[in-house]
């Protein structure tokens, strides 16, 4: 958000967010922590949600249904190289929402699971209560 950073412009040594998508190693991270928490691992059945912002399609929504394990490969197949805006599984348990305005992912679940995850150090994370 421009009132987090002033834009000017980025030091050499900082690399900006990706704007509405996960980066690649914060994605390996997420998807091997939600293999380990979800009851059918990486088979776990998901849908996901591309924002028209992305794709500049708004008449028609980019809507998948993909396996955990596949997430990966379906970022990188897609011609807008980017991780659906947002994920879920079918029971779901949990939600993965990533803000294209902000640079940031949002992940909601039972706080034991938001716990766990806050103590990953791969990935910068902050609790809202």
């Not at 950073?5 to 922590?33: M, N, Q």
């Not at 396996?67 to 197949?77: F, N, P």
């Not at 716990?115 to 990935?123: C, E, H, K, N, V």
């Amino acid at each position: 958000c421009l009132r987090w950073f002033p834009y000017s412009s980025w030091p050499a040594g900082i690399w900006p967010p990706d704007e509405g998508s996960l980066d690649r190693e914060s994605l390996a991270t997420l998807v091997a922590w939600l293999t380990a928490q979800s009851p059918k691992g990486d088979a776990t059945t998901c849908i996901g949600y591309f924002t028209p912002m992305i794709g500049s399609n708004f008449d028609r929504p980019l809507m998948y249904e993909f396996r955990l394990s596949d997430l990966g490969d379906l970022a990188e197949s897609m011609d807008i190289e980017s991780t659906p805006s947002n994920w879920w599984p079918l029971d779901r348990s949990w939600f993965v929402y990533t803000n294209y305005d902000l640079w940031g992912t949002k992940f909601s679940c039972d706080a034991h699971a938001v716990a766990s995850l806050a103590t990953l150090i791969d990935l910068e994370t902050i609790v809202w209560p």
